[in-house]
């Protein structure tokens, strides 16, 4: 079993960053891939990023070349640097573990979820 806390969201202006963390309990994190996903109002959970077990990562085109996945195994933590926000980022931001540590962008594939953090983007 694994437990995903997920924190760092909150207020900002457009252009500006934030970054997120996602703390993971449990000894097997080293091995499986970490995703991470969004919500807002009215629609789809969509992908956002995902890293591997051994740093593979891969972005939705909406986030690419803005946002940066990265992972901290030594403590059990997933990163997420927000760079650039656009008042359409705004979201709950949800970060998930893939026990098969699959480079996938499919919410279904993953068997472990946060609660979720807010990022709130201003225009």
């Known amino acids: 079993q694994v437990q995903l806390v997920e924190s760092g969201g909150g207020l900002v202006q457009a252009g500006g960053s934030l970054r997120l963390s996602c703390a993971a309990s449990g000894r097997t994190f080293n091995s499986y891939a970490m995703g991470w996903f969004r919500q807002a109002p009215g629609k789809e959970r969509e992908f956002v990023a995902v890293i591997t077990w051994n740093g593979g990562t891969y972005y939705s085109g909406s986030v690419k070349g803005r946002f940066t996945i990265s992972r901290f195994n030594a403590k059990n933590t997933l990163y997420l640097q927000m760079n650039s926000l656009k008042p359409e980022d705004t979201a709950v931001y949800y970060c998930?573990?893939?026990?098969?540590?699959?480079?996938?962008?499919?919410?279904?594939?993953?068997?472990?979820w946060g609660q979720g953090t807010q990022v709130t983007v201003s225009s």
């Open positions: 998930a573990a893939d026990s098969y540590s699959r480079l996938s962008f499919v919410a279904g594939e993953y068997d472990y």
